[in-house]
């Protein structure tokens, strides 16, 4: 009877790992895989002064730069970090409800969250407050290039070198990692969001256009590469936005070339990361990432010919994980699942 109440509650508490991402969430829960992947986004809305939430993840996204006053649609983690914290509880109660449903009633669950490796104790504090007041019993939190390490099926636990990139919305994680343990590791709050900007004022200062951010992202997702085309021009883009000359609406053309241009300083900001970490590593472990090479997770390894590009600038062998947006939620999963993980995780 004991095992049967035990199981019971197990199976309630439904313990969870969250990569609370800048531009996206996902949840993993025990026993079932990722369940979730929303964009990080809380639609905000004022009514005689007294706010409420009126939406989140796909529906906010949706409202982004389409809102009237009374409606604010926010991105509550900026650079990886909580910038909004009370906007970032509402966000992680309402996935945590999506995913539990009516199951959470019986024990509140237990949640690893994966924290870049440059957040400082104030930021995890932040974090870990946000979870524990959205209903966790107990917060954990692993650092996102050993998470992501671990979702990429790299030999973490092993006494070899490996070194993984892992791009995200807000910060670019660089580390080499042997033993359960990041022997070197930097952290360069340059990603996405900083490529979306690089968009924008690209399109601003050549054209004269405004465009705006999910216009921007659109772009990236779609025709974002690390270097020039072979043929120079690429695709053709079509863009509308508004003249700041005539301030009317207004469609230009440009090319995947003019984008490679625009994203020449994030994405070069994003290979000195990486000569910055091969000058530090141990010559032993730099011996092993000459035969294990650089492994690219995050949504930043979707971008066209960037493996090319590091492999070109490092002389070494660059791979591109096999599902690079999930790594670092897999393996936070696998570390709150795995007993031979679980000496990663951090509690303070």
Same mark, same amino acid.
């Given at each position: 009877?004991?095992?049967?109440?035990?199981?019971?509650?197990?199976?309630?508490?439904?313990?969870?790992?969250?990569?609370?991402?800048?531009?996206?969430?996902?949840?993993?829960? #025990?026993? %079932?895989?990722?369940?979730?992947?929303? $964009?990080?986004?809380?639609?905000?809305? =004022?009514?005689?002064?007294?706010?409420?939430?009126?939406?989140?993840?796909?529906? &906010?996204?949706?409202?982004?730069?389409?809102?009237?006053?009374?409606?604010?649609?926010?991105?509550?983690?900026?650079?990886?970090?909580?910038?909004?914290?009370?906007?970032?509880?509402?966000?992680?109660?309402?996935?945590?409800?999506?995913?539990?449903?009516?199951?959470?009633?019986?024990?509140?669950?237990?949640?690893?969250?994966?924290?870049?490796?440059?957040?400082?104790?104030?930021?995890?504090?932040?974090?870990?407050?946000?979870?524990?007041?959205?209903?966790?019993?107990?917060?954990?939190?692993?650092?996102? $290039?050993?998470?992501?390490?671990?979702?990429?099926?790299?030999?973490?636990?092993?006494?070899?070198?490996?070194?993984?990139?892992?791009?995200?919305?807000?910060? !670019?994680?660089?580390?080499?990692?042997?033993?359960?343990?990041?022997?070197? !590791?930097?952290?360069?709050?340059?990603?996405?969001?900083?490529?979306? #900007?690089?968009?924008?004022?690209?399109?601003? %200062?050549?054209?004269? *256009? *405004?465009?705006?951010?999910? !216009?921007?992202?659109?772009?990236?997702?779609?025709?974002?590469?690390?270097?020039?085309? $072979?043929?120079?021009?690429?695709?053709?883009?079509? *863009?509308?936005?508004?003249?700041?000359?005539?301030?009317?609406?207004?469609?230009? =053309?440009?090319?995947?070339?003019?984008?490679?241009?625009?994203?020449?300083?994030?994405?070069?900001?994003?290979?000195?990361?990486?000569?910055?970490?091969? #000058?530090?590593? &141990?010559?032993?472990? &730099?011996?092993?990432?000459?035969?294990?090479?650089?492994?690219? =997770?995050?949504?930043?390894?979707?971008?066209?010919?960037?493996?090319?590009?590091?492999?070109?600038?490092?002389?070494?062998?660059?791979?591109?994980?096999?599902? $690079?947006?999930?790594?670092? &939620?897999?393996?936070?999963?696998?570390?709150?699942?795995?007993?031979?993980?679980?000496?990663? *995780?951090?509690?303070?």
């Amino acid at each position: 009877m004991a095992n049967f109440f035990s199981r019971l509650f197990q199976f309630g508490s439904q313990n969870m790992a969250i990569d609370l991402g800048t531009a996206n969430t996902l949840v993993y829960v #025990e026993g %079932r895989g990722i369940v979730l992947n929303e $964009p990080s986004v809380v639609a905000i809305e =004022t009514e005689n002064g007294i706010k409420r939430v009126r939406a989140v993840g796909d529906d &906010a996204k949706m409202m982004m730069g389409k809102t009237p006053d009374s409606i604010e649609a926010i991105r509550p983690l900026r650079d990886g970090v909580i910038a909004d914290i009370e906007v970032a509880e509402h966000m992680i109660k309402y996935f945590i409800k999506k995913v539990h449903g009516k199951r959470s009633i019986l024990r509140h669950p237990e949640i690893v969250i994966c924290v870049p490796s440059g957040s400082t104790s104030v930021e995890r504090r932040a974090i870990r407050d946000a979870a524990s007041n959205a209903g966790a019993s107990q917060v954990y939190l692993i650092l996102e $290039p050993m998470a992501a390490a671990i979702g990429a099926d790299m030999p973490v636990t092993e006494p070899v070198g490996s070194m993984v990139v892992d791009i995200g919305g807000g910060t !670019t994680e660089v580390a080499v990692l042997s033993l359960r343990g990041l022997a070197y !590791t930097t952290s360069v709050r340059v990603g996405g969001d900083k490529m979306d #900007e690089a968009i924008v004022s690209y399109v601003r %200062r050549h054209h004269n *256009l *405004l465009i705006g951010e999910s !216009t921007a992202e659109r772009i990236k997702q779609d025709y974002a590469i690390a270097i020039p085309p $072979p043929d120079g021009i690429g695709e053709i883009i079509h *863009l509308r936005g508004r003249d700041l000359v005539n301030g009317v609406p207004k469609e230009i =053309t440009i090319n995947q070339a003019n984008i490679a241009e625009a994203l020449s300083e994030p994405i070069g900001a994003i290979v000195e990361s990486v000569r910055i970490a091969l #000058e530090n590593t &141990a010559p032993e472990l &730099a011996a092993d990432i000459v035969d294990q090479g650089i492994v690219l =997770t995050g949504g930043g390894a979707l971008i066209k010919m960037l493996d090319v590009h590091l492999r070109e600038e490092t002389g070494l062998p660059v791979t591109v994980a096999e599902d $690079p947006l999930s790594c670092v &939620a897999l393996g936070t999963g696998r570390a709150l699942e795995e007993p031979v993980f679980r000496g990663v *995780l951090m509690t303070a």
